[in-house]
């Protein structure tokens, strides 16, 4: 799909280990018809296809990006991961005041499923604990994992996917893109979080990758 995203952090990976690739977005229409060809493994994007074989899933193909890049060191793979998860728990809960929807997307059509849409008073609460409970306490969390690896990144002095990851989030909620109607105020209590968003940012890859998306 034509923005940042779960794929975000892959083409991330992919820039910073100079390993060519080929970004190709479509829209909802172009996923749909990709679904309805087969040519989706799981029913959605993004995908990778390496030498003819198609594969998915965002996590599997950021760890095989990272190892490729070499910012998936076996020695930090716990800690990688446990920060990957949390934030897989971030994005999960903030499903529903995405799509408006107690549930995601059929996996076959790509569409809602009956009766699974939010009231306009669930639709208040779900903003409301997001901003004012669930986020602030999980991004908190967060904090203290990278306050405890020593910094300025959350496993140590260098970069992982885990970074990557965190940047593509922390941007999107400081600047509104992420996700409509999460404050930036979640992040508030994180100064740790909004530095290394900052460090990430200023890596020359990450810079002149950004620079290639925003040109026109």
Request: net charge negative; glycine share 10%.
């Amino acid at each position: 799909l034509d923005f940042r995203g779960v794929a975000e952090p892959i083409r991330l990976a992919l820039t910073i280990g100079d390993i060519p690739f080929e970004d190709v977005r479509i829209g909802y229409d172009g996923v749909k018809a990709l679904r309805a060809q087969g040519k989706l493994p799981y029913g959605q994007v993004p995908i990778l296809e390496i030498d003819g074989v198609v594969h998915s899933q965002s996590a599997a193909l950021l760890r095989w990006a990272g190892k490729k890049a070499g910012l998936y060191p076996e020695e930090l793979q716990l800690k990688i991961d446990a920060v990957h998860e949390c934030i897989a728990d971030i994005n999960k809960a903030i499903l529903p005041q995405v799509y408006k929807h107690a549930l995601g997307r059929n996996p076959l059509t790509g569409g809602f499923y009956a009766g699974s849409a939010l009231s306009a008073d669930q639709m208040v609460a779900v903003k409301h604990h997001l901003n004012e409970e669930l986020l602030p306490a999980k991004f908190a969390q967060l904090e203290q994992t990278l306050k405890a690896s020593g910094g300025p990144f959350m496993t140590g002095a260098a970069m992982t996917t885990c970074d990557l990851e965190l940047y593509v989030l922390g941007s999107g909620v400081l600047d509104g893109s992420h996700c409509s109607g999460i404050s930036p105020d979640v992040l508030r209590d994180c100064p740790g979080l909004t530095k290394l968003v900052k460090l990430v940012e200023a890596n020359p890859k990450v810079a002149e990758w950004n620079q290639r998306g925003s040109s026109p």
